[in-house]
């Protein structure tokens, strides 16, 4: 999972992991793709672990933050 990928070379405990997980896996469900390494999966990973560094640690929070601009039904 691409949220796993580059969670591993940020600092994040366990816990926050899970929570960034959780963020990833309801952003892609909300734009209806799948757990696949491309360009979206990654630019959306990143974008909740840029949140995240910044001390957003709700996953709704994280999804949302991480889907502006995005086009979600």
């Known amino acids: 999972m691409t949220i796993y990928r580059l969670s ?3 600092a994040f ?3 926050t992991v899970e929570i960034l ?3 990833y896996e309801a ?3 909300l734009l209806r793709i799948s ?3 491309n360009a979206i999966n990654e630019t959306i990973a990143q974008r909740i ?3 995240a560094q910044k001390g957003v640690r709700d996953p709704a929070k994280l999804c949302a933050a991480a889907l ?3 086009d979600v039904p």
């Open 8 to 10: 591993e070379r940020q």
């Open 13 to 15: 405990d366990p816990e």
């Open 21 to 23: 997980a959780a963020a």
């Open 27 to 29: 952003a892609l469900k």
């Open 35 to 37: 757990n696949t390494d």
């Open 49 to 51: 672990i840029d949140i």
């Open 68 to 70: 502006k601009g995005f």
